[in-house]
């Protein structure tokens, strides 16, 4: 990955809307060059999809959390891992390190709705115990960050491993 992919995917990921065509006057290519790129970038799985972001207080979101899961000693972590995945109110779902197993990122309408969803979390066979923070506010989510460049010895390195593929 060079200068001008790390360009494109901070671009889409600013604004995933923004036609081939803006993309290629930003970064000084043709239409068609930025299409074989972000195709060989999507091949790749860099780029794994696309997606709308709405404001969930829009749709009746009112209540965010942050729900920590702490394993019983007995639990089967992909088991628990699988059966999270059944609680369609998780929208984040994070395996950590430290005492809790699990960082969930939820959202539900009112507190009630909250409690309703952790009380079928800690129904989930393993988990022991949760551990529940509420946010007060949001006050930026889901922020695109500046890819680093790479440091001299990660850029050698690709430069060894490509001259080698075309051998």
Same mark, same amino acid.
């Given at each position: 990955? &060079?200068?001008?992919?790390?360009?494109? =995917? $901070?671009?889409?990921r600013?604004?995933?809307?923004m036609?081939y065509?803006?993309?290629? /006057?930003?970064?000084?290519?043709?239409?068609?060059?930025?299409?074989?790129?972000?195709?060989? +970038? #999507? @091949?790749?799985?860099?780029?794994?999809?696309?997606?709308?972001?709405?404001?969930?207080?829009? !749709?009746?979101?009112?209540?965010? %959390?942050? =729900?920590?899961?702490?394993? @019983?000693? @007995?639990?089967?972590? $992909?088991d628990?891992?699988? *059966?999270?995945?059944?609680?369609?109110? =998780?929208? &984040?779902?994070?395996?950590?390190?430290?005492?809790?197993?699990? !960082? +969930?990122?939820?959202r539900?309408?009112h507190?009630?709705?909250?409690?309703r969803?952790?009380?079928?979390l800690?129904?989930?066979?393993?988990? %022991? *115990?949760? /551990?529940?923070?509420?946010? +007060?506010?949001?006050?930026w989510e889901?922020?695109?960050?500046?890819? %680093?460049?790479? $440091?001299? &010895?990660?850029?050698?390195? %690709? #430069?060894?491993?490509?001259?080698?593929?075309? *051998?």
């Amino acid at each position: 990955m &060079d200068a001008v992919d790390r360009a494109l =995917i $901070d671009a889409l990921r600013t604004n995933g809307r923004m036609s081939y065509a803006e993309l290629g /006057r930003l970064v000084s290519l043709s239409g068609p060059s930025v299409t074989d790129r972000i195709n060989r +970038l #999507e @091949s790749n799985g860099v780029i794994t999809g696309y997606r709308a972001m709405v404001a969930p207080e829009q !749709l009746g979101l009112n209540v965010t %959390a942050m =729900i920590g899961i702490l394993l @019983s000693d @007995s639990a089967e972590l $992909d088991d628990v891992a699988w *059966r999270l995945r059944d609680v369609p109110e =998780i929208e &984040d779902c994070f395996f950590v390190a430290g005492e809790e197993s699990f !960082l +969930l990122k939820v959202r539900a309408g009112h507190p009630e709705d909250l409690e309703r969803i952790i009380g079928r979390l800690t129904r989930i066979r393993g988990v %022991a *115990r949760t /551990r529940t923070t509420v946010a +007060l506010s949001t006050k930026w989510e889901d922020r695109p960050m500046a890819l %680093a460049e790479p $440091d001299e &010895d990660d850029t050698k390195h %690709a #430069e060894r491993h490509s001259s080698s593929e075309r *051998r």
